[in-house]
T-cell receptor
Framework: DVKVTQSSRYLVKRTGEKVFLECVQD?????MFWYRQDPGLGLRLIYF???????EKGDIPEGYSVSREKKERFSLILESASTNQTSMYLC????????????FGSGTRLTVV | GENVEQHPSTLSVQEGDSAVIKCTYS??????FPWYKQELGKRPQLIID?????GEKKDQRIAVTLNKTAKHFSLHITETQPEDSAVYFC????????????FGTGTRLLVSP
């Protein structure tokens, strides 16, 4: 009963490519988030959205953008991929108030070569 | 903004021992403190959470304690088992309507048989 789905488990892209990471949730959550996970650094927030077409910068938004055209879908875009964006990317969603916490996707491991 | 520090970064215990992971937060307005468990290659999953109007919460072998004065909270796992081996993340947020979690850097727990 997968509730937050990330389109790719592994991706390999070349430096300078435009990269799209897709996330879809089926729980009617208002909030959606994109995190990157690096060893020793934990989970760092890139962008989040609390409504369709709304987006807010997180702690490390540089080099990224997002799109939320529908409530269930939140896309992370790397405008011009660089090697320092090699990481695990995790999508999460939650209700507006955060009741019941976040539900995470399985993650996308992106390698930029 | 909120900052969450988590210690230790790694913790090794023998099966049957207890394990304690500690987190401190900086924003006295934070009032929601969840803990997530991430097994190798899997998504983080909520295992227990506590709100600021409660000092302790238990769920079978796991418990969380909160000291608002000192601004720290801890995860306690008793009678550890090998399947408890995982990375554990603490988080904090202000539940003023929209909830945005700030995560600690994670603790890798290894339970040896």
């Amino acid at each position: 009963d997968v509730k937050v789905t990330q389109s790719s488990r592994y991706l390999v892209k070349r430096t300078g490519e435009k990269v799209f990471l897709e996330c879809v949730q089926d729980m009617d959550h208002e909030n959606m988030f994109w995190y990157r996970q690096d060893p020793g650094l934990g989970l760092r927030l890139i962008y989040f959205s609390y409504d369709v077409k709304m987006k807010e910068k997180g702690d490390i938004p540089e080099g990224y953008s997002v799109s939320r055209e529908k409530k269930e879908r939140f896309s992370l875009i790397l405008e011009s991929a660089s090697t320092n964006q090699t990481s695990m990317y995790l999508c999460a969603s939650s209700f507006w108030t955060g009741d019941y916490g976040y539900t995470f996707g399985s993650g996308t491991r992106l390698t930029v070569v | 903004g909120e900052n969450v520090e988590q210690h230790p970064s790694t913790l090794s215990v023998q099966e049957g021992d207890s394990a304690v992971i500690k987190c401190t937060y900086s924003d006295s307005a934070s009032n929601y403190f969840p803990w997530y468990k991430q097994e190798l290659g899997k998504r983080p999953q909520l295992i227990i959470d506590i709100r600021s109007n409660v000092g302790e919460k238990k769920d079978q072998r796991i418990a969380v304690t909160l000291n608002k004065t000192a601004k720290h909270f801890s995860l306690h796992i008793t009678e550890t088992q090998p399947e408890d081996s995982a990375v554990y993340f603490c988080a904090a947020s202000k539940n003023t309507g929209f909830q945005k979690l700030v995560f600690g850097t994670g603790t890798r727990l290894l339970v040896s048989p």
